[in-house]
């Protein structure tokens, strides 16, 4: 029991702390995170990416369609960075990860953290 509640806490902390540390650098020549659907299309794979939306919709165990309110894409999701209050797809949700983009396949962002917006 004491270890499931020391996992709860320490993999979300985890997550957090593995966002690529060029996200802290805001001097000259720091990338901007990808704030949109249709930014990602244009931007690098492992991108940093910090996004306010709606998860619209579960497409498999961890994976979710992500919508920016123009555009969709799709997210993963780890159990251990959800919420842990519910959410549906009229929840305003902050996510923040990486850009994948592998090849012939539809980009889709890897999420380190999920941020329930009121």
Do not use: C, H, W
């Not at 004491?2 to 997550?15: D, G, N, S, T």
């Not at 165990?61 to 894409?73: E, N, T, W």
Request: glycine content about 4%.
């Amino acid at each position: 029991m004491k270890k499931q509640m020391a996992y709860r806490i320490v993999l979300p902390l985890l997550a957090i702390l593995s966002l690529p540390a060029a996200a802290q650098y805001t001097g000259p020549g720091a990338q901007a995170p990808v704030q949109s659907v249709a930014a990602a299309a244009a931007a690098k794979d492992d991108a940093v990416v910090d996004m306010t939306g709606f998860i619209v919709r579960q497409l498999t165990a961890d994976k979710y369609l992500f919508s920016d309110g123009k555009q969709q894409i799709r997210v993963e999701i780890d159990s251990a960075v959800f919420p842990r209050q519910p959410i549906n797809d009229k929840t305003r949700v902050r996510i923040r990860g990486e850009l994948e983009k592998d090849f012939l396949e539809s980009p889709e962002i890897d999420v380190k953290l999920v941020e329930v917006l009121k």
